[in-house]
Every structure is written in structure tokens, then in C-alpha cells.
């Protein structure tokens, strides 16, 4: 398709919908990004219907449980990398564990996270193995199980696969090689992390993915690109995210060169509608930091695109030393999560909840 020129957005405003799901530019992408005022409204308003249309206005919810803060990795953005040596480490005891996935059960929450930094070592897979184990058996197979581990090895994927877990979400966090060399340590390699996407989709999982939105060094045209690479990989679902700044990582020296909280608001809800209308039929979450970031954030997003949403049942105990990033949501309100506020936050949105339903990807029935 001929790319036009972004200035057409001056004079009037697109059919989004017919070019999103059409075979967008990156420039034509990038200057849905950049809308603001009433253009981003009409933006949010068509990814919107277009979601009402395809996946309905049921939200699905997902327990988070962050099992563990204890990470081999040192990625630059991260608050419990494994560099910062001011971070208690912890393991959720498996009874606590087991106690979260009883509780989300009988509390309607068809599906239930478990993430966690990043460890290869054979008692920490054996472990998410059993606990994997363990869920399905407690619940007679009805809660979804959702891992966000980390890179592993395929065979570490297939044992957790066959143990019972369903879905499993593996942020590439950016498209850009160069972007994703200067968010990480020289070890960390951006081919593996497509190569584990794979073995993730040949191993039979719904793979999800995402990005941080708003990093130093990061443009609007490479998220433009990121998206349109969202596409590329064909996710069935996406946990995305604007990124926010953490005081013990080195990419604290550059806070200065990133966009303000409004910007970085702005930015993150247009590409919740842009990706909603690139692919109208995954899952898609609104996710906590876009929650830190602003008190209607996690609300906005769900009328926007999202149709997941994952409260917070880490023991309260291990909660606050799974410090990502500043002003962390449910770190400092301990009733944000609660059964009563999600509901609310949903019926806010003008959706409802998916109460005892895993609802699992549409784009992975269909496939
Ligand atoms: N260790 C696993 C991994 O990296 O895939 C799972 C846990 S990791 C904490 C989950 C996600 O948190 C990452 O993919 C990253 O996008 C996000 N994250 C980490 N630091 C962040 C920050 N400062 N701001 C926003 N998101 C952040
Ligand atoms: Fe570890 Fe994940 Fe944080 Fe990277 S983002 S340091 S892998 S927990």
C-alpha cells in the first residue's frame, strides 16, 4: 500500500479502523500515536467499538500472584534486577501459593498468573512444575494458569505446558535491536528472546507478548514499528505498558530524556486503540503501571481495548519487595485490587466481568 503523507491527519480523520486493519505505514502509525484533544478521542472511540464488536465487553480476570523476586537477569529498567543489592529476596511458600489459587477460584477469577524473575535452575523449574501440577488438580481444571517466567530452554517450556499451564506471556519489550542492546546487559540477546517465542507457540502455549512504552532512547516511530511487529509475530494476547522510572537501575541517569506522565498516558492509551484495531481478536490487558501511572488508567484502557485485567493476590508480606518501578500500584493501596474494586473498575469502563470463565484467546480459537 502507497504510504501517504501523515499531514492528511491535519486536514481530516482517517476511518481508523479500515486503515489499521489495512496494511498501515509505520509513519501512518506513528501519527496515530502522536494524536491528542478530540482526534485521540475519535482514535480511542474506534477501537472501542471495534472491540465490542470482536471480543464483546466481558473482561477476564487473571489472579497475579509475583512468585518470586529473585532474578539472574539485570536488565536496566528493572527494580529487582539482580544488580540492585538493596532488594529482599523472596519465594512465595508454596502453601501461599496454593491458598491465592483456592481464593481466586471461589472467587470467580477464571485464570490465575503466576511471575516471577527469571531462574533456569532445575529446583526452580521443578517447583513451578508441581505448583503448575498442583493448581490443576485443586481446582479440577477450571482456572487457567498463565506463567510469565522468563527465557527458558524448550524443554523447560514443554514440562510446564504438560504440567497445565495454558498461556505464557514473554515481553520483547522493543523491535529495535540497537534499543534493546541499550536496555540490557551485553548477555542478554534479543534472538533468544524470539527463538523462546517460538518454541513458546510450537510447544502449544497462547504466547503473549508486549513492550514498555515512553523508554529513554525509544522514538514514536519505533513503537509504531513495535506494534506493527506485535502483528508480525501474530500474539494471541498482549500485556503492554508504559515504562516507569526506577531510582537503583541505570536507566534512572536518563529520566530526564523520557516523556512526562501525561505524555507517557497519552502515548500508552493511544496504542492500546491502535493495537486493538491492528488485532481486533486477541487478548489484550490493562496492565498495573499504566494503573501507577494515573488512578483511571487501569479503567481507561479496559474501555479503550483491554478486555483483561489481573488483580493483585501476592501475600501482602512479599508485595512490596516486587518493586519494578516508582509509585507501583497495590504496593502502596492495599484495597486497590480488592474483588469489589475490580468489578467496579470494569463496570466503570462500561464492561462486565468474566466471572468463572478462563477466557482464553479469541485469535487462538480461531487459529
Ligand atoms: N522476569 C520475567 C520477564 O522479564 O519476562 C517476568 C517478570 S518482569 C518483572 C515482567 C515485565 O515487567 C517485563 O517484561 C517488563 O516489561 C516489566 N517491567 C520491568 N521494569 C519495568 C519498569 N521500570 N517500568 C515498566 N515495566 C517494567
Ligand atoms: Fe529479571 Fe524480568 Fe526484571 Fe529483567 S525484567 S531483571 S528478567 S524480573
Redesign the pocket.
Known amino acids: 500500500m502507497e504510504s501517504r503523507n501523515p499531514s492528511f491527519f491535519e486536514q481530516t480523520l482517517p476511518d481508523f479502523p479500515a486503515l489499521l486493519s489495512g496494511n498501515p505505514s509505520p509513519e501512518e502509525v506513528e501519527a496515530c500515536l502522536q494524536l491528542r484533544g478530540e482526534k485521540a478521542e475519535a482514535l480511542r472511540r474506534a477501537a472501542h467499538e471495534t472491540k465490542m464488536k470482536t471480543v464483546g465487553d466481558k473482561v477476564y480476570l487473571r489472579a497475579l500472584v509475583e512468585y518470586s523476586n529473585i532474578?539472574r537477569k539485570n536488565?536496566f529498567?528493572?527494580?529487582?534486577r539482580s544488580g540492585n543489592p538493596e532488594v529482599r529476596r523472596y519465594a512465595v511458600g508454596r502453601k501461599e501459593v496454593l491458598e491465592a489459587a483456592r481464593f481466586a477460584h471461589q472467587a470467580g477469577f477464571g485464570s490465575m498468573v503466576l511471575?516471577?524473575?527469571?531462574r533456569q535452575d532445575e529446583a526452580f523449574v521443578a517447583e513451578i512444575e508441581s505448583l503448575v501440577e498442583a493448581i490443576v488438580q485443586q481446582s479440577g481444571g477450571e482456572l487457567g494458569i498463565t506463567l510469565?517466567?522468563?527465557e527458558q530452554k524448550a524443554e523447560t517450556y514443554a514440562r510446564w505446558r504438560k504440567a497445565g499451564a495454558l498461556r505464557y506471556l514473554?515481553?520483547i519489550?522493543t523491535s529495535s535491536t540497537e534499543l534493546y542492546a541499550r536496555l540490557h546487559p551485553v548477555d542478554h540477546d534479543f534472538r533468544t528472546r524470539l527463538d523462546c517465542l517460538k518454541a513458546l507457540r510450537d510447544t502449544g502455549y497462547q504466547v503473549g507478548s508486549g513492550i514498555?512504552i515512553g523508554l529513554p532512547f525509544q522514538t514514536t516511530l519505533q513503537i509504531a514499528k513495535d506494534l506493527l511487529f506485535l502483528r508480525e509475530l501474530d500474539v494471541d494476547m498482549v500485556g503492554m505498558?508504559?515504562?516507569?522510572?526506577?531510582p537503583k537501575t541505570p536507566l534512572w541517569a536518563y529520566r530526564g530524556q523520557i516523556p512526562s506522565w501525561q505524555g507517557r498516558y497519552d502515548l500508552s492509551m493511544n496504542a492500546w486503540a491502535v493495537l486493538r484495531l491492528l488485532m481486533p481478536d486477541i487478548n489484550i490487558a490493562s496492565t498495573t503501571?499504566i494503573g501507577s501511572l494515573h488512578p483511571k488508567g487501569r479503567e481507561e484502557a479496559l474501555y479503550v481495548a483491554a478486555n483483561v485485567i489481573m488483580p493483585n493476590l501476592t501475600p501482602f508480606s512479599e508485595r512490596k519487595e516486587y518493586f519494578?518501578?516508582e509509585h507501583k500500584l497495590c504496593i502502596e493501596e492495599s484495597h486497590e485490587d480488592s474483588r469489589e474494586n475490580i468489578e467496579r473498575i470494569i463496570r466503570a469502563a462500561g464492561c462486565r466481568p468474566g466471572y468463572f470463565e478462563q477466557g482464553n484467546s479469541l485469535r487462538f480459537r480461531n487459529r
Open positions: 532474578c536488565c529498567y528493572c527494580g529487582i511471575q516471577s524473575g527469571e510469565s517466567l522468563g514473554l515481553r519489550e514498555m505498558g508504559p515504562y516507569i522510572e526506577h503501571a519494578l518501578y
